[in-house]
């Protein structure tokens, strides 16, 4: 069992910046995917970066590449989400998920990029924009 602890979301101008935090003791000790998704109202829950918490590798969904910046901090036990730049079409709600890698054979995948791949899920957090 992996438990998922979210915090850091809130109000901010377009153009401004938010860090939302994902924290599990767990990232310390374990390799896991951690990858964070959004949900805006009435839209599919979409998945904007992931990372590795062995080595770091990272993916970035095209709608926040070079914007936002995903980072795991094993000695905190925390997985980051550095946002720069919000935008209008940022808001929504923010979550955090987690789960062990995938292998074939000797092959480890890269971190999943899809809801269904995840297992363990944080409770969320709103993220708004203010124009």
């Known amino acids: 069992e992996v438990q998922l602890v979210e915090s850091g979301g809130g109000l901010v101008q377009a153009g401004g910046s938010l860090r939302l935090s994902c924290g599990t003791s767990r990232f310390g000790t374990d390799d896991l995917y951690v990858g964070w998704f959004r949900q805006a109202p009435g839209k599919d829950r979409e998945g904007i970066s992931c990372i590795s918490t062995r080595n770091g590798a990272a993916y970035y969904a095209d709608s926040v590449k070079g914007r936002f910046t995903i980072s795991s901090e094993n000695v905190n036990n925390t997985v980051s989400l550095q946002m720069n730049g919000l935008k209008p079409e940022d808001p929504a709600v923010y979550y955090c998920?987690?789960?062990?890698?995938?292998?074939?054979?000797?092959?480890?995948?890269?971190?999943?990029?899809?809801?269904?791949?995840?297992?363990?899920w944080g409770q969320g957090t709103q993220v708004t924009v203010s124009s």
């Open positions: 998920a987690a789960n062990y890698p995938f292998y074939s054979g000797s092959y480890r995948y890269p971190c999943a990029r899809e809801a269904y791949d995840y297992e363990y």
